[in-house]
């Protein structure tokens, strides 16, 4: 979400006349600003592409990973440019209508880009969980059901001050700010990040303890194994009793382990993958949330 404020103070009843701009200043922003653009269209327009060009990778956790950059590719191609531009020549130049219009989409983008991570982190609860059932528990229609909600619950945060939940706009047009009446501010801080951001937490330290659980089960588990088929082997070659119902089972035991321990070891791994990039996007939205409710 991006603030803005023009120059001129937020008590003025007429517009000012914009300052000149500096040539080299504005060169030297839109060269950092647009290239920052670009590679974020392009880097999440590969991912949308790359998950669409791949079958293997046509599965509800790799939607929520489209979905997740989805939201970003609408950010970066509708919110930054327009950002960019405010940065350069220091006013808003597109009149108050757009202005209401663009900080609504700025929320809009940023509740789903967030709320699509509370997704991911329950769906990688599900997977490390319980990896042998996520496919029945995590279906195409329900994975399409939580994205719809996402995205319903973005938009309804987000177009609040469409609606007249906002404090009077300055008369200056060249101001462009999200609304900061202090119900709307807790209501969007609290359902944009913070309640997210608890269900991200709860989830991950419940991946957390979970994992490290199945892990010791799975070692043991591994030890008995190798131990059954060691004392199989030694009863084989002692000529002792029929030993072919036991390996029948024992076969089947190992297959059933080995499959639960190959998904389990999968699930982990992008669960950890995944774990990273949360936590690295929370920590660079936390500096915003913690100021906006008090600034």
């Not at 006349?17 to 590969?46: D, E, H, M, Q, R």
């Not at 190992?254 to 791994?269: C, D, I, N, P, Q």
Request: proline share 5%; net charge positive; glycine share 8%.
């Amino acid at each position: 979400m991006v603030f803005l404020s023009g120059n001129a103070s937020d008590s003025s009843n007429c517009t000012h006349p914009p300052a000149p701009v500096n040539i080299s200043k504005a060169i030297l922003l839109g060269v950092i600003l647009g290239g920052l653009i670009i590679f974020g269209v392009l880097g999440n327009i590969l991912v949308i592409l790359s998950v669409a060009c791949h079958r293997h990778l046509h599965s509800v956790t790799h939607y929520y990973i489209v979905n997740l950059a989805v939201a970003d590719l609408l950010l970066t191609s509708t919110v930054l440019p327009f950002s960019a531009i405010f940065e350069i020549l220091g006013y808003w130049a597109f009149g108050r209508v757009f202005c209401n219009i663009w900080a609504a989409v700025d929320v809009l983008c940023c509740t789903a880009s967030i709320m699509g991570l509370c997704i991911i982190s329950i769906d990688r609860y599900i997977g490390v969980s319980y990896p042998l059932r996520y496919p029945t528990i995590v279906t195409q229609k329900r994975g399409l059901m939580a994205l719809l909600c996402v995205w319903a619950l973005s938009l309804v945060i987000s177009i609040g001050p469409l609606f007249g939940w906002r404090q009077p706009a300055p008369e200056d047009e060249t101001i462009c700010q999200i609304t900061e009446e202090p119900g709307y501010v807790l209501f969007s801080a609290l359902g944009s990040f913070y309640v997210p951001l608890t269900i991200i937490l709860v989830m991950y330290c419940r991946v957390y303890v979970v994992a490290k659980r199945e892990s010791r089960g799975l070692k043991s588990g591994l030890k008995t194994d190798k131990s059954d088929s060691e004392q199989v082997t030694l009863r084989i070659h002692r000529k002792n009793a029929p030993v072919g119902g036991t390996g029948v089972s024992s076969a089947k035991n190992k297959t059933h382990f080995s499959v639960r321990l190959l998904k389990f070891s999968r699930e982990k791994k992008a669960a950890k993958t995944l774990g990273i990039v949360v936590g690295c996007f929370v920590l660079c939205w936390l500096p915003f949330f913690l100021v906006m409710p008090i600034g």
